[in-house]
C-alpha cells in the first residue's frame, strides 16, 4: 500500500520543530558513498562484490554499488543485487523491483533477500528458473524513501546500467526487462516511462508492471481520519516523502507528541512491523492538527509522485495489470494512464481483472506477465490492447 498520510492526517497547521527522521545506516562500508560521487555519472559502477547466494539454489549472486540521483538531483548512491543462473551463458536480465514497503535500510532488498523480510523474494526465483538473470535493486535509496516515485524511477533505471557496465556479470548485451507488482510496479512504471529521457542509452525490452498506485494524492485523500488497517504503511509513505522532500514536505512538524512516538518506533520498520504496529491507528490520533488540504506543496509532490501526471511516455512494450475493485491501489488512475499511453502510441497491453484484493491480484497476473516478457525476448510481434 502506498497511501499517502500527508494531507489526510492534516500535517500543515502550526509548525513545531521536528525535523526529518532518517533510518540507521548502513554500518558495511559497501553502501556508503566515496567522497568524488559528484564526479561520477549516472549509472557508473562505484563497487562491486561476489556474495553467498544463500537460499537461492542454482545461482551466483553479486551485489553492485553505483551512483544514481535523487529527486532534488543530487547525487546518491544505490546498490543492486544479481542473481545469475549457473550454467546459462548470456541470459537476457529482468530488473525486478521487488515489494519493499518499508522504512529501515534492512529492509531494501540486498538485505531482505536473506534475513526473511523480503514478501516476494520467492517471486525472484521464477525468472531464474527460466534461465534469465535477475537484478534486484534498492530502489528507495539510502534513506529509503518510500513513495518517492520519481526516485525509484531514476534509480531503477541506474541499477541496470550499472549492471550491463559491470565486467564481472557479463551482461553488457542482453536484452533488458522491468518487472514489479505494486510498490515495484510503480518504480517500473516510472522507469519505463522515464528512460527516453533519463536514460536513453539503456535499451528496454518489456515493462509488466502491476497494481499500480499510479495518483497518490487521491490515495491519500480516500485514507480519511477513521482507523484503518494499513495506516502503518501510509504513515511510513508520508515519512518516506518527508525524507526525500524535507524542505516541502515538513510533515514531523506537524505530528503530535503520540505522532512523534510511533515516528520514532517506525524509523527503521520493515513492512510486517508497520502494519501490526500501524493497524487501526488513525492520522487523528497522530496530528497535531485537522487543517485539509492546506498545503499546495503537499499536492504538488503527491501529484509529482504519481503516474497519473507524469507527462512523459514509455517506447518499450509494455504490460499492466490492474484489479478493477482493488481495495489499495485503485483503478481510475491506471485505466486513464493506459488510455493515454495508447493515444500516444505505445505499444501497451493492459489487462483488469475482476478482483478486489491486491495481492490476489499481483498472483493472479504475474504468469501472463513472465510470458509477456519471454515473447518480447524471443523477439516474437508485439500485441497490443488500445
Not at 8 to 26: I, V
Request: glycine share 10%; aromatic share 8%; proline share 9%.
Amino acid at each position: 500500500m502506498l497511501a499517502s498520510s500527508i494531507l489526510s492526517a492534516g500535517l500543515f497547521g502550526t509548525p513545531a520543530s521536528a525535523q526529518p527522521l532518517y533510518p540507521t545506516p548502513d554500518p558495511d562500508p559497501f553502501y556508503h558513498a566515496p567522497a568524488e560521487l559528484a564526479g561520477i555519472s549516472p549509472g557508473d559502477v562505484i563497487r562491486t562484490r561476489k556474495i553467498d547466494s544463500g537460499p537461492y539454489v542454482g545461482t551466483e549472486a553479486w551485489q553492485i554499488a553505483f551512483r544514481s540521483t535523487n529527486s532534488a538531483r543530487n547525487p546518491i548512491i544505490g546498490v543492486t543485487t544479481v542473481l545469475l543462473p549457473v550454467g546459462v551463458r548470456n541470459p537476457p536480465l529482468v530488473s525486478y523491483q521487488a515489494l519493499i514497503n518499508s522504512l529501515g535500510t534492512q529492509c531494501n532488498p540486498s538485505r531482505s533477500l536473506f534475513n526473511g523480510e523480503l514478501q516476494d523474494a520467492p517471486g525472484a526465483m521464477l525468472p531464474i528458473g527460466r534461465g534469465w538473470a535477475i537484478s534486484i535493486p534498492d530502489y528507495l535509496g539510502p534513506t529509503v524513501a518510500y513513495g518517492a516515485a520519481e526516485l525509484s524511477g531514476m534509480i531503477t533505471l541506474d541499477s541496470v546500467r550499472a549492471v550491463r557496465k559491470a565486467a564481472e556479470l557479463g551482461l553488457s548485451n542482453s536484452p533488458v526487462a522491468l518487472a514489479g507488482y505494486s510498490g515495484g510496479g510503480m518504480a517500473s512504471a516510472w522507469a519505463g516511462a522515464l528512460q527516453p529521457g533519463y536514460a536513453p542509452d539503456v535499451p528496454l525490452t518489456a515493462v509488466v508492471a502491476g497494481g499500480i498506485p499510479a495518483d497518490l494524492e487521491e490515495m491519500a485523500l480516500g485514507l480519511g481520519f477513521a482507523p484503518h488497517p494499513g495506516f502503518g504503511l501510509a504513515f511510513a509513505a508520508a515519512m518516506g516523502l518527508e525524507r526525500e522532500y524535507p524542505e516541502r514536505l515538513p510533515v514531523s512538524d506537524q505530528l503530535n507528541s503520540d505522532g512523534l512516538r510511533f515516528r520514532e518506533l517506525t524509523r527503521n520498520a520493515c513492512r510486517r512491523s508497520l502494519l501490526v504496529d500501524g493497524a487501526f491507528r488513525s492520522a487523528e490520533q497522530m496530528a497535531a492538527s485537522k487543517s485539509l488540504l492546506d498545503s499546495p506543496a503537499a499536492h504538488a509532490v503527491l501529484r509529482e509522485n504519481s503516474l497519473r501526471y507524469l507527462p512523459e511516455t514509455p517506447t518499450a512494450p509494455t504490460y499492466f495489470w490492474h484489479g478493477r475493485s482493488d481495495n489499495l491501489a485503485l483503478f481510475e488512475p491506471v485505466a486513464e494512464v493506459a488510455d493515454r499511453y495508447c493515444k500516444a502510441g505505445v505499444p501497451l497491453t493492459f489487462r483488469p481483472f475482476d478482483i478486489a484484493e491486491h495481492m490476489t491480484t499481483a498472483v493472479a497476473g504475474f504468469g501472463d506477465a513472465w510470458n509477456y516478457v519471454e515473447s518480447r525476448f524471443r523477439g516474437d510481434p508485439v500485441p497490443t490492447s488500445c
